[in-house]
């Protein structure tokens, strides 16, 4: 049996290289995408109002971070609140809305030592994006009648000299990842926990 060949090698080969070569060039990296928080329906309590609180620390953002992001995580969570938890204002109590973290911290990273350092592109720092909340329904007295927390972070490294809106764009990359996360488990603590006051 004779095999056809294409400039020395066997035609089923070549065919086989060129569909592989094929697949690869028609496809890009894979970026993973966070879930959009928005895109999710709302979570509607049957409660009267709700009710905001910010429990963070005054610190609780690196001075360095502050302006480096388009919104600040605290600024965020309020934003996903607005979006996903509502009330029937039909029901008798309140649902609280405690934020309890929403921190951007900085990490200084050691740098290649010597003459190498010179020629490597070293990631200098660590931002670790920290998001909490807790909700808590409670009565018009006050009473408590069930609550659900939850708690979610994100972390990048960003090399020296990086340029500022690549920088920006990054950051605001990290607090979408940490929000979609605790967006996420809110979600199934609420199911879980708070069954009883959903709609």
């Known amino acids: 049996m004779r095999c056809l060949r294409l400039g020395g090698w066997p035609a089923p080969l070549v065919l086989a290289m060129a569909l592989l070569l094929t697949a690869c060039a028609g496809r890009g990296p894979y970026v993973p995408t966070p879930r959009?928080?928005?895109?999710?329906?709302?979570?509607?309590?049957?409660l009267g109002a709700m009710e905001w609180r910010d429990d963070t620390a005054a610190d609780a953002v690196d001075p360095g971070l502050r302006g480096a992001f388009s919104q600040l995580p605290g600024d965020a969570l309020r934003d996903w609140a607005a979006r996903r938890l509502q009330v029937t204002a039909a029901g008798p109590g309140r649902l609280r809305v405690i934020v309890t973290d929403a921190s951007a911290v900085r990490t200084a990273l050691e740098g290649t030592p010597g003459i190498k350092g010179w020629f490597t592109r070293d990631q200098a720092e660590r931002v670790t994006v920290t998001l909490a909340v807790r909700l808590e329904a409670v009565r018009?007295?006050?009473?408590?009648?069930?609550?659900?927390?939850?708690?979610?972070?994100?972390?990048?490294?960003?090399?020296?000299?990086?340029?500022?809106?690549?920088?920006?764009?990054?950051?605001?990359?990290?607090?979408?990842?940490?929000?979609a996360a605790l967006d996420r488990e809110i979600e199934a603590r609420v199911r879980a926990e708070m069954a009883a006051v959903l709609q």
Do not use: C
Not at 140 to 159: E, I, K, L, W
């Open 36 to 46: 959009a928080a928005s895109a999710d329906a709302p979570l509607v309590f049957r």
């Open 140 to 179: 018009n007295d006050a009473s408590p009648v069930a609550s659900a927390a939850a708690q979610a972070s994100a972390n990048r490294t960003f090399a020296e000299k990086t340029p500022e809106a690549e920088r920006r764009a990054g950051l605001d990359a990290l607090l979408a990842n940490a929000l």
